[in-house]
Nanobody
Framework: QVQLVESGGGLVQPGGSLRLSCAASGSIFGIVAMGWYRQAPGKQRELVAAITSGGSTDYADSVKGRFTISRDNAKNTVYLQMNSLKSEDTAVYYC??????????WGQGTQITVSS
């Protein structure tokens, strides 16, 4: 069984910064990629950023230049540094892990609210 524990969400003013962390533990037999998705009220869940085991990254156009994804392979942890936050970034952010073996895993989600 795989557990993903997210942290770092909260309330921030527009233009502010937050850093999300997602630590994976359990029966992990290699990781293909880890990433962050978000879901705002009334909208579909969407990719924010992802990073492969080889270090390749992918970002949603809406966050390019503002968000940075990184990982610590030794700790099975992925981070999302979010700068210049906007009100439209308000959503529940979910961590996702794609293993080499088995199905994908999702974290419980962490709320980010950008408001003055």
């Amino acid at each position: 069984q795989v557990q993903l524990v997210e942290s770092g969400g909260g309330l921030v003013q527009p233009g502010g910064s937050l850093r999300l962390s997602c630590a994976a533990s359990g029966s992990i037999f290699g990781i293909v990629a880890m990433g962050w998705y978000r879901q705002a009220p009334g909208k579909q869940r969407e990719l924010v950023a992802a990073i492969t085991s080889g270090g390749s990254t992918d970002y949603a156009d809406s966050v390019k230049g503002r968000f940075t994804i990184s990982r610590d392979n030794a700790k099975n942890t992925v981070y999302l540094q979010m700068n210049s936050l906007k009100s439209e970034d308000t959503a529940v952010y979910y961590c996702k892990l794609d293993p080499f073996v088995g199905s994908e895993h999702w974290g419980q989600g962490t709320q980010i609210t950008v408001s003055s």
